[in-house]
């Protein structure tokens, strides 16, 4: 599911700055806990406002807490519920906390009673069909075992049918929504995804893999076992608290409703941005586990959603509105040149950054950015102007500074003037060498070859004056 780690404040920035030289080399943080005024304090060690950080600084510490929190819901009593406070601030906070940590939902959030049917880690989402499979039967068994079907070749994704769905309804297919209800455990039967209407579109990345390749092949009222590897969950960096690395996880999943993704265009504003962000803050997730191309295509879709233009193509939206808007466009930009300059994508991140500088023309983690490209890139003059652009809006930041001298030894025929670059390999050809010849060094003394020779030459003159003597 989607991961209880997610960052939960809009206004944060998704962990995925690096702790490294900016002068070195291009990378962005695992953990973006930093904003541009504390970037300012730290040394070279941070690359300067890069990273996917544009979303918030401390969403790390908040999602620490809240995972901690998610983590106490899921293995909570049987009496649980009966020590949630009965206030109706308290049921409020309840209702946007659930909301908000595990769905992307297009609708609006569900009723009271929902939610606390989500929250009882006691009540059994499918009691009917509590087999053996499920309750007991070791993972390896039903890897191994005949009357369970391969979805994937590989034999890691398997399921097996409870209870047949409706076959005149169509599959689910790449792009669609749906709603399913799901409950998942590991081998020890630790519940560790529960969820009784979860709703996510095939192919943006909101679940794992395992749930996407299942629900497109089951029919609509469908119920079945699924096991997933690893490999098709969280693999080796699993997901903390609950999950560790490499654990086969064991789901029952019924499939409630299929239907086509609405055209974000046709929402309320206040929706798109709801939306939006939960799309980014996913994004943030996969670039803090290092998934940077499930990571663009996050901050793709949230900059599809957060926009002000609807269907007729009028723009529309109160003034508030679309400056909030264009604040998570910044925000998705910036996060988005992060992830491609992991992907090697240096021509999209500058063009990206440019995007960021058209809605925030003093943005300094995208001028920074934008100066270190356009110096890799030889366009020296530009990314002079660019760069002292940004040291003038943040001129204590250690980063600027080198790399403003980094620009300056290029411009003056350093050392540093032209980049190291990988020369491709001609397979097979002329120009290739076999093997390395290896250096010859010097000997000390008389090397044992001249000897040798000296001993074959006296002894080639001992045999000569043999044969003549013989002769005479």
Same mark, same amino acid.
């Given at each position: 599911?989607?991961?209880?780690?997610?960052?939960?404040?809009?206004?944060?920035?998704?962990?995925?700055?690096?702790?490294?030289?900016?002068?070195?080399?291009?990378?962005?943080?695992?953990?973006?806990?930093?904003?541009?005024?504390?970037?300012?304090?730290?040394?070279?060690?941070? +690359?300067?406002?890069?990273?996917?950080?544009?979303?918030?600084? +401390?969403?790390?510490?908040?999602?620490?807490?809240?995972?901690?929190?998610?983590?106490?819901?899921?293995?909570?009593?049987?009496?649980?519920?009966?020590?949630?406070? +009965?206030?109706?601030?308290?049921?409020?906070?309840?209702?946007?906390?659930?909301?908000?940590?595990?769905?992307?939902?297009?609708?609006?959030?569900?009723?009271?009673?929902?939610?606390?049917?989500?929250?009882?880690?006691?009540?059994?989402?499918?009691?009917?069909?509590?087999?053996?499979?499920?309750?007991?039967?070791?993972?390896?068994?039903?890897?191994?075992?005949?009357?369970? +079907?391969?979805?994937?070749?590989?034999?890691?994704?398997?399921?097996?049918?409870?209870?047949?769905?409706?076959?005149?309804?169509?599959?689910?297919?790449?792009?669609?929504?749906?709603?399913?209800?799901?409950?998942?455990?590991?081998?020890?039967?630790?519940?560790?995804?529960k969820d009784c209407k979860l709703v996510f579109v095939i192919g943006e990345g909101d679940v794992n893999q395992a749930l996407e390749e299942c629900v497109m092949s089951m029919q609509k009222g469908e119920i079945t076992l699924l096991l997933a590897d690893s490999q098709y969950t969280y693999g080796l960096l699993g997901r903390e608290p609950d999950i560790p690395a490499w654990?086969?996880?064991?789901?029952?999943?019924?499939?409630?409703? !299929?239907?086509?993704?609405?055209?974000?265009?046709?929402?309320?504003?206040?929706?798109?941005?709801?939306?939006?962000?939960?799309?980014?803050?996913?994004? =943030? !997730?996969?670039?803090?586990?290092?998934?940077?191309?499930?990571?663009?295509?996050?901050?793709?879709?949230?900059?599809?959603?957060?926009?002000?233009?609807?269907?007729?193509?009028?723009?529309?939206?109160?003034?508030?509105?679309?400056?909030?808007?264009?604040?998570?466009?910044?925000?998705?930009?910036? =996060?988005?040149?992060?992830?491609?300059?992991?992907?090697?994508?240096?021509?999209?991140?500058?063009?990206?950054?440019?995007?960021?500088?058209?809605?925030?023309?003093?943005?300094?983690?995208?001028?920074?950015?934008?100066?270190?490209?356009?110096?890799?890139?030889?366009?020296?003059?530009?990314?002079?102007?660019?760069?002292?652009?940004?040291?003038?809006?943040?001129?204590?930041?250690?980063?600027?500074?080198?790399?403003?001298?980094?620009?300056?030894?290029?411009?003056?025929?350093?050392?540093?003037?032209?980049?190291?670059?990988?020369?491709?390999?001609?397979?097979?050809?002329? =120009?290739?060498?076999?093997?390395?010849?290896?250096?010859?060094?010097?000997?000390?003394?008389?090397?044992?070859?001249?000897?040798?020779?000296?001993?074959?030459?006296?002894?080639?003159?001992?045999?000569?004056?043999?044969?003549?003597?013989?002769?005479?």
């Amino acid at each position: 599911m989607v991961s209880i780690t997610l960052c939960s404040e809009m206004e944060k920035e998704p962990c995925c700055e690096d702790q490294n030289d900016p002068t070195v080399e291009y990378t962005e943080p695992t953990e973006v806990r930093e904003d541009i005024s504390e970037f300012a304090e730290s040394n070279l060690r941070n +690359e300067f406002p890069c990273g996917p950080a544009e979303e918030g600084e +401390e969403p790390c510490r908040k999602e620490q807490a809240e995972t901690e929190s998610k983590a106490t819901e899921i293995k909570s009593p049987p009496d649980a519920e009966q020590q949630i406070p +009965e206030t109706k601030c308290a049921e409020e906070k309840k209702l946007r906390k659930t909301n908000s940590w595990k769905m992307v939902r297009f609708q609006d959030p569900s009723t009271e009673e929902d939610v606390l049917e989500r929250d009882s880690s006691a009540e059994i989402l499918f009691p009917e069909y509590a087999v053996e499979e499920w309750t007991s039967t070791p993972f390896a068994e039903l890897f191994a075992a005949e009357d369970w +079907e391969n979805i994937t070749e590989d034999r890691l994704l398997r399921k097996k049918v409870l209870e047949s769905g409706d076959v005149q309804v169509p599959h689910s297919s790449w792009g669609q929504e749906v709603t399913v209800k799901v409950q998942g455990v590991l081998e020890d039967r630790t519940v560790v995804e529960k969820d009784c209407k979860l709703v996510f579109v095939i192919g943006e990345g909101d679940v794992n893999q395992a749930l996407e390749e299942c629900v497109m092949s089951m029919q609509k009222g469908e119920i079945t076992l699924l096991l997933a590897d690893s490999q098709y969950t969280y693999g080796l960096l699993g997901r903390e608290p609950d999950i560790p690395a490499w654990a086969p996880i064991l789901y029952q999943l019924q499939l409630l409703d !299929i239907r086509d993704k609405p055209d974000p265009l046709t929402l309320p504003i206040a929706d798109r941005i709801r939306i939006g962000n939960q799309k980014r803050e996913r994004g =943030n !997730i996969h670039f803090q586990r290092e998934e940077y191309s499930l990571a663009a295509t996050a901050y793709c879709v949230a900059l599809e959603v957060l926009t002000t233009r609807s269907s007729d193509s009028s723009d529309v939206g109160m003034k508030a509105e679309e400056e909030e808007v264009r604040e998570y466009r910044v925000k998705c930009l910036n =996060n988005l040149a992060a992830t491609q300059l992991k992907l090697e994508q240096f021509d999209e991140a500058l063009h990206t950054s440019r995007d960021v500088l058209t809605l925030e023309p003093n943005n300094v983690k995208a001028l920074f950015r934008a100066g270190k490209l356009l110096s890799d890139k030889g366009e020296y003059k530009e990314a002079m102007e660019v760069l002292k652009r940004a040291l003038k809006l943040e001129p204590a930041t250690k980063a600027i500074h080198a790399e403003l001298s980094k620009l300056v030894k290029r411009q003056s025929g350093g050392k540093d003037t032209q980049q190291w670059r990988a020369k491709q390999v001609e397979m097979l050809g002329d =120009n290739i060498p076999p093997f390395l010849i290896p250096t010859k060094k010097k000997s000390s003394g008389l090397s044992w070859k001249f000897i040798l020779g000296a001993l074959v030459v006296a002894l080639g003159s001992l045999v000569t004056s043999v044969v003549l003597t013989a002769r005479n």
